[in-house]
């Protein structure tokens, strides 16, 4: 089936006009319309007011395109990771932590994709409950967030989706908050629950603070014997999201034993390769280059 036009054409991604609308009543908002058509770079985000509004302005339609690219897979090299989020967001109950949370951009392009699928009868309009917790350092970052899922989430209704959603402060750097976040998203019953980071690469670097928060996250979704699956979206040809995926690969590695140890359960871990792919700015209507790249894990934890 064609993808919609309203998300792809001329070998373009548009992002949904779902995710377009919020985007810009929200710039209306804080007087940063025109802003946001220069402002292409924005900053990789941060802890002060200033830095939240500055990364939304410049850098949300980016990372929100780049979980856009994942869903709807345009080039059709991603069919096994395409396939499965389809699964992932078809009829069940889903619990999602998003890591770091920020304005939501990747978050919110995923949804919204899933929703213009719906829309357009690429996908069933089953019924799909979605339990959200955004997780982040910054409460300006997340106060967007919870604003930009105030202003769509009553559509999604209309194609069988119902979403509620949290946030929560949280130091990426304390394996302790860490581990509470996880107690917390595993402690209510649901059909499968993701583990979604992105765009986390900025802040991590060459940085060693968050790996123990990293390790436990792995760990706790590879022993706790619960249907899983992780995906990690980060920029393409991004040095910094290289040594992360390196860092992560290694880490994964580490734990593959657990997986047979601890869960009776089918496992499966892929790299998304560096993919290059070409959007049309919400704003400026400017063709722009974008590019990704990624890690997908999947934990089955039912009997087999």
């Known amino acids: 089936m064609k993808i919609p036009s309203d998300l792809f054409e001329n070998k373009q991604l548009k992002l949904s006009p779902?995710?377009?609308?919020?985007?810009?009543?929200?710039?209306?908002?804080?007087?940063?319309?025109?802003?946001?058509?220069?402002?292409?770079?924005g900053s990789i985000g941060g802890n002060e007011e200033d830095e939240a509004i500055n990364h939304f302005v410049g850098r949300f339609p980016n990372g929100a395109v780049r979980s856009q690219y994942v869903v709807i897979n345009p080039d059709g090299d991603l069919n096994h990771i395409a396939s499965q989020l389809a699964t992932v967001f078809s009829d069940k109950t889903l619990k999602i932590l998003y890591l770091p949370c920020g304005s939501g951009a990747g978050l919110v392009g995923l949804l919204t994709t899933f929703f213009t699928l719906r829309q357009h009868?690429?996908?069933?309009?089953?019924?799909?409950?979605?339990?959200?917790?955004?997780?982040?350092?910054?409460?300006?970052?997340?106060?967007?967030?919870?604003?930009?899922?105030?202003?769509i989430s009553k559509e999604f209704l209309k194609v069988g989706i119902n979403i509620s959603y949290s946030t929560q402060q949280w130091d990426a750097t304390s394996n302790t908050e860490t581990m509470k976040l996880m107690h917390q998203f595993f402690a209510t019953q649901a059909d499968e629950h993701f583990v979604f980071f992105s765009n986390f690469s900025g802040a991590t670097g060459t940085n060693n603070n968050f790996n123990d928060s990293f390790r436990t996250v792995l760990d706790y979704v590879a022993t706790i014997g619960k249907n899983s699956t992780i995906l990690w979206i980060e920029p393409g040809n991004f040095k910094k999201a290289e040594r992360l995926f390196v860092k992560?690969?290694?880490?994964?590695?580490?734990?593959?034993?657990?997986?047979?140890?601890?869960?009776?359960?089918?496992?499966?871990a892929c790299e998304i390769s560096t993919r290059e792919f070409k959007?049309?700015?919400?704003?400026?209507?400017?063709?722009?280059?974008?590019?990704?790249?990624?890690?997908?894990?999947?934990?089955?934890?039912?009997d087999r």
């Open 248 to 268: 992560i690969g290694m880490l994964i590695d580490s734990i593959k034993k657990l997986w047979a140890q601890f869960t009776d359960s089918n496992s499966d």
């Open 18 to 41: 779902l995710l377009i609308k919020s985007y810009i009543d929200k710039l209306n908002v804080l007087g940063k319309f025109e802003e946001s058509k220069v402002n292409l770079q």
């Open 121 to 151: 009868k690429y996908y069933p309009s089953l019924p799909l409950n979605i339990e959200i917790i955004g997780a982040d350092y910054s409460s300006d970052a997340l106060s967007i967030f919870t604003e930009m899922m105030n202003s």
């Open 279 to 302: 959007f049309i700015h919400p704003t400026s209507l400017n063709e722009l280059r974008g590019n990704i790249s990624g890690l997908r894990l999947i934990i089955d934890g039912q």
